[in-house]
């Protein structure tokens, strides 16, 4: 049967890659500003006039440029274009984006943020406190929404568990002058564990263009189909939403250095037209292609080398823990045979796993996966689960070839899933609210899991609507944990629990490669997005 199985699979990976959606990790890459064969480009020497355009593919819309629903990655790459955060996590350290300094003081509690005074929005109007302090205010105001990124503002004082404002309470960002304001934290904070995940949601709005705009409405307004961000680039005309988005590199005088390219060019383009597309010389790089044989054709395509991008995808099966309890999620673990669909999907660069740390990780504890079929029925049993019940599983188009092998697997037990596809965004947002109860999910994992920290919340609009407090009592010790024995000790408690609960079924990671044009180097992507350091030379 397995062998069967096996076919079928093989021939749908060949139809369908999977895409991953979520937000940049750490791992090696052509160091930025290099040519291909990782040697410094010359480019460095040229005026700006003389470098050229960057036509970025991408496998999914980019939705709205509102930073405030910017969840998915591609998102998130087109929005580190357009609005810049105080911080990211470089490859091998923080790197202070519009933040020029950062003071952590009372134990991490509250940080004195002293910002870049170069930053300017691109009317040219300069991004002060005022708009940093402005915009936190605004987007915990209750009147805005609860949306996917809502809740890592859930650490600040004065919010509550979704990331809004508590009525009677002080928000935990305050004015001091043009260039400073300060974050008060519920819990001790640390650089590197804000660094990641939560940096990429606070970004600051230009208050002078939007204060007018009524909060409830703020989200929708035409602003965001062609915004004034303090970005490393412009509009460079209208976008067709959807389909093409022009951006122009800065020419007055962009705080980090002048650009490097030309213009900026995302286009979507199918995953099954990719291959061809980067043959032609129709787009220069792709994000991203995860098909077996298209990367093989990929590696054999003259003109193209493949780069690592510092980020890896994590995929898992999401259950509502509320609906769902860990017995039932148990025994689909033990269903789903994470080593086969490795084999069938990526043998080169993918990993089986069980928890959300990165298989690469210094602390990852040795994983074997096992299948168990009547292991799997005597839990279902246990449940008390119904047979003739059906488990319906939402994802994204391309990632129907991985929820149709878990459908099979799950079949071998008597279990039924039934899938649906739709788009990512809409299926997320109806995951964390309780408008649906299994997702097939792409998640960027890290070294630790501090990074993801808001998605183990109980009661913070997690995905998985996660029950057990202990994964908060872990992760709020391990967010601000210097000792690096009792930090590994942490590390090996977190994935026992994740191991054991079964929260979310994580089913294999894969390390990202995208392919790169030959006059294209220092590429990077959502998350991690150093814009300022691609370079394109004329072709």
């Known amino acids: ?16 890659g999977l895409a991953a959606c979520g937000s940049g990790g750490d791992h090696d890459s052509t160091p930025p500003n290099s040519s291909p064969s990782g040697e410094p480009s010359a480019s460095g020497s040229m005026e700006s006039g003389e470098y050229g355009d960057i036509i970025f593919g991408l496998n999914a819309s980019w939705g709205s440029l509102c930073p405030l629903l910017a969840s998915a990655k591609v998102c998130q790459m087109v929005n580190d274009n357009l609005f810049e955060p105080l911080i990211v996590n470089g490859t091998e350290d923080l790197v202070y984006r519009a933040a020029k300094s950062i003071d952590v003081l009372d134990d991490g ?8 005074e170069g930053v300017t929005w691109t009317d040219g109007v300069p991004c002060t406190a005022e708009d940093w302090v402005w915009t936190l205010e605004t987007v915990t105001n209750p009147e805005i929404g609860v949306y996917p990124t809502t809740g890592h503002y859930s650490l600040m004082a004065g919010t509550d568990g979704t990331g809004c404002r508590v009525e009677g309470e002080d928000l935990g960002a305050v004015y001091v002058d043009d260039y400073t304001f300060e974050l008060h934290w519920k819990n001790p904070l640390s650089l590197a564990a804000f660094s990641g995940m939560y940096c990429k949601n606070y970004r600051a709005w230009p208050k002078h263009l939007l204060e007018d705009i009524p909060v409830a409405e703020l989200t929708a307004n035409e602003f965001w189909s062609h915004p004034v961000g303090n970005g490393i680039c412009v509009f460079a005309d209208e976008p067709v939403v959807g389909q093409e988005l022009v951006l122009k590199a800065r020419d007055d005088g962009f705080y980090l250095g002048d650009p490097q390219f030309n213009q900026l060019v995302y286009v979507v383009v199918d995953s099954t037209n990719a291959v061809n597309a980067l043959a032609t010389g129709e787009i220069d790089t792709y ?8 990367l093989a054709s990929v590696r054999e395509t003259e003109g193209i080398y493949m780069q690592s991008v510092n980020t890896g995808t994590m995929y898992a099966l999401e259950l509502n823990n509320e609906k769902y309890d860990t017995k039932i999620r148990q025994a689909i673990d033990l269903l789903i045979d994470k080593n086969l669909i490795v084999s069938a999907l990526c043998p080169d660069n993918g990993y089986a796993v069980a928890d959300n740390v990165n298989p690469l990780s210094p602390y990852y504890l040795p994983y074997e996966s096992a299948v168990d079929v009547e292991g799997a029925k005597a839990l279902l049993d246990e449940a008390g689960w119904n047979y003739n019940d059906t488990i319906t599983v939402y994802c994204a188009a391309p990632r129907e070839t991985l929820a149709i ?5 799950c079949a071998q037990a008597g279990l039924k899933i039934e899938i649906q596809t739709g788009d990512t965004t809409a299926i997320y947002a109806d995951m964390r609210s309780g408008n649906i109860d299994a997702v097939l999910a792409g998640w960027t994992m890290y070294f630790t899991p501090v990074l993801n920290s808001t998605d183990y919340k109980v009661g913070a609009g997690s995905m998985c609507h996660v029950t057990n407090p202990q994964y908060t009592e872990i992760l709020e010790e ?8 009792r930090k590994a000790e942490l ?9 054991s609960d079964v929260s979310s079924i994580f089913i294999y990671y894969i390390t990202d490669e995208i392919p790169v044009a030959d006059h294209i180097s220092g590429i990077s992507s959502g998350g991690f997005n150093h814009s300022w350091e691609f370079v394109s030379l004329p072709k």
Do not use: P
Request: net charge negative; hydrophobic share 55%.
């Open 109 to 116: 509690l509250t940080w004195v943020v002293h910002l870049q």
């Open 1 to 16: 049967m397995y062998k069967k199985l096996l076919s079928m699979m093989l021939a749908l990976a060949m139809i369908a």
């Open 491 to 499: 590390m090996k408690e977190w994935q026992e629990l994740n191991r």
């Open 287 to 294: 994000y991203m292609i995860t098909d077996a044989d298209d």
């Open 478 to 485: 391990l967010g601000f944990c210097d000792d690096e024995a």
């Open 405 to 409: 092998m878990i459908q099979q697997m």
